[in-house]
């Protein structure tokens, strides 16, 4: 039987320090909602008390299927009881099932930067766990700077540690915050270590600043610690954390360990990937291990013959393993069963071999056009259902116009007007309509619904909830001419279903267009209207 | 003394592998003199023979001061004398100063890719390497599939390794072709291999398919090896090559190795890297290991003020001795202690209480509005400056209008069209231009430049790189209405500088005016018109 890795997720919390992440309400409850349906043990949410968006997420947080909402604070301040701590008092009350604490290890910093004395340190820490592991069940220590702390002073590194885990942490995380300790070292550390901490109770929290985040991790677990924490795609401050998309599979298909993630789950991971690029609105790393685009790309003649014997001549794992795939030629069979797996995803019953074809003829247009449906559910599958027949036209657009004016009003101020004017074909009749907006896209939006409701009235209860854009730079190889604009649209009806739909063109009106129109199909779709 | 490390750089080679990078040989000259400056001891410029730039390339090489131009080939093919083979051929006939032949090392690669014999693999290994000695002086042998190969079959793979070091092989590079070998397994099986031939001639080549080519490198140096390759920024193939850029100054500040390279030299390292990604003409990694712009960068108020007192408190290394600087990101968690540091960071001179309180001010109604200064950081220069009283207005708007057209043509065809009109102030003198767009914020910006460029001719030579658009919802704690539109806009002058500006409000093509205005602002500023 193999040992059992407990996987810790941060993203919504140390991934949120990174420059330029700026996380919704909305964000962090679909994330939370993806690591959970991998089957990530901890998913730590946030800081409750901290700023309104982590306030409001651990108000309602998402109800877990499997995984343990964490939420991250710091040990009661010094000279307070951890009962009377200001600090302390919204974690406990908040609705999270653990706490995860951070408090000093390396004494430089208790020197330097909070000024105490060393044993009100270890105090701080002692009595903050066992109030956690009291109100709250579960309470771990993340022991900051634990590695240089420990290379200075051992003995007080140790105290520290050794004194949450008297007081009932179920884990000790050791941070190696600054990111420059080197494997070896990390090894070292963590198996002397546990010699006085089990390394059942011993996570590993470790920083890119060397690039070597994954591998200090999996350093820490060979010296014998059993929890690994981490982020999607290795977001955080600085040069980021250990990166979970690289930890998972190595942990469970290169060193052989239970993570609790099944191997059907283990084919979510490319996916989990894209969708946190899709929420942030940036380009996935091509060049990511196991799940960039890349990653499994061979483009030497010799390497491509070679692979087309046997892919393990030029592949350390299998791209389907980690739900990547294969890129050399059109018709690849990865693509394929990537396909199938998804339509049986949607509930789709299995097509006839002439229609799989049509479905991955058109994917492959879409996606030459830059279409990607990785954070576009509802478009990826109305084009599915579209291949299949199942999809009615419900309407056809004739002609939009939309204008944006800029100017000085009679009152002396600068106002901003858009106005959209839209022709449509609703069942056999034109219909024109009108409207303004405060933007192009929501002028567009409010004019084409009014044409729409008359006939389909339930459009009316649907809204945008998000609206992101991305500037798709000219393909490298040449095959295609200009950078074109892709539009991601996220609605939302009145019970709060949500779904996301995708536009690419030229022109950043005409792609909301596209995503517009998935949106309104999808729901009529969905509403079962014929 | 401390051992001295041979760094063999691959960029021009392995990192040409990399999809989408097509290096001309005027970059590859460039490349290989910025090696040669910073003190690199092996610059592998390409393959003779194998595509037209390689061939010029080697015709007439840049004069190296200190580093050795290598040329890369394959061995011998089988049942040909190695001075009869049209490969080896044009490698000894370069001007390279050293040649690197690669050659299989793995029985599986012998019999499933090549299909000959054993011993026939290992002659032409041999007969290659005695060939290229002689003929060239130094000649190095890149056993492929190393690991893989000493795993599958240890005898055979020593078999191919001692039959290249005692036909006079400089260097014996033990290579991880396909990325999937652990650092545990590097370090030990080079220990064991450095029983058969010694340490100072065995040489690394990682791959990152598990994201740690980096450690794996290391582990490889721990383990007796004594030459490393690799490539800048971590380019190459799939997930890439080892990252000389993390690999030099963990070698040398983590490990005390001499690599030959000088402190003074290592500073130059931060800008190697990002001159590399100007010659590719793609944005650098903001996350890079110790030469990315957010490597030494703060956010969180509390890392901030402890950097202040001592930045050993999070920072692994000083930023300066990779020629990399701290960065203090301004953010609403950031107080008036990061203010000042980025201020002195812009070089801008200590102000007076009055402007500081000013410019806080400026910052705090800006971040209500939504504005967030994180990526763009010449929009927070021009805010800063303007508190200063630095920067002039070059002009005012008075009016624009865009218009977005889409509707059956002619022909036929759905067609979008963009047009804008605007009228704007430039210097005492109104200017009303009308431009036609691929995409009303195109129209905009060409309409713009266009009634300024009389002015300000230096404005024809930018151009827009990046666009991004981001929703803010309303706010949770109820003090703002409706959701504002953020656009951050990336921009380029001819010479490659980059900068990044944003505008904020309900409507999107007046959130793009803001960062346009800011774009133009910015350019015409740091050029130094008055």
Known sequence: MADRIYLFDTTLRDGAQTTGVDFSVADKIAIAEALDEIGIDYVEGGWPGANPTDDTFFTEPPKLK????????????????????PGLAPLVNSKANA???????????????????????????RDSIAFGHARKGEAMYDAEH??????????????????????????????????????DEVERIVREVSKHVPGDHLGIHAHNDTEQAVANSLAAVRGGARQVQGTINGLGERCGNANMMSLIP????????????????LKKLTHLSRMLDERLNRAPNRHQAYVGESA????????????????????????ECVGNRRHIVVSDQAGRSNLLARLDDLGIEMPGEDKIRLLLDSLKQQEFK????????????????????????????????????????????????????VTVKVKEEEVMRVAMGNGPVNALDVALRQALVECYPTLQHMH??????????????????DAVTRVVIESADAEGHRWSTVGVSANIIDASYVALRDAYTYMLYREGVR
Request: proline content about 5%.
């Open 66 to 85: 499997g995984a343990k909402l964490v939420a991250f604070g710091m040990t009661r301040r010094p000279g307070r009881s951890a009962e009377n701590d």
């Open 99 to 125: 706490l995860c604490l951070v408090g000093k290890a390396w004494d430089f910093h208790v020197d330097v930067a909070l000024e105490i004395e060393h044993d009100e340190n270890v105090a701080m820490i």
């Open 146 to 183: 634990f590695f240089d702390g420990y290379k200075a002073n051992p003995q007080f590194a140790l105290k520290c540690i050794t004194a949450a885990y008297e007081a009932g942490a179920r884990w000790i995380v050791l941070c190696d915050t600054n990111g420059g300790t080197m494997p």
């Open 250 to 265: 190595s942990l469970m298909i290169k060193m052989g360990f239970d993570t609790g993630i099944s191997p059907v789950n």
């Open 296 to 319: 499994f790309a061979h483009k030497g003649g010799l390497h491509v013959s070679a692979v087309a014997k046997d892919p393990k001549t030029y592949e350390h794992v299998e791209p």
């Open 370 to 421: 830059g279409y990607a449906y990785d954070g576009a559910e509802a478009s990826f599958e109305l084009l599915a259902r579209k291949a299949m027949g199942e999809v009615p036209v419900y309407f056809r657009l004739s002609r939009f116009r939309v204008m944006d004016d800029r100017r000085w009003s009679a009152r002396g101020e600068l106002v901003t007007e858009s106005e959209a004017t």
């Open 464 to 481: 945008l909830v998000d609206y992101k854009v991305r500037i798709m730079p000219p393909r490298a190889d040449g095959t295609g001419t």
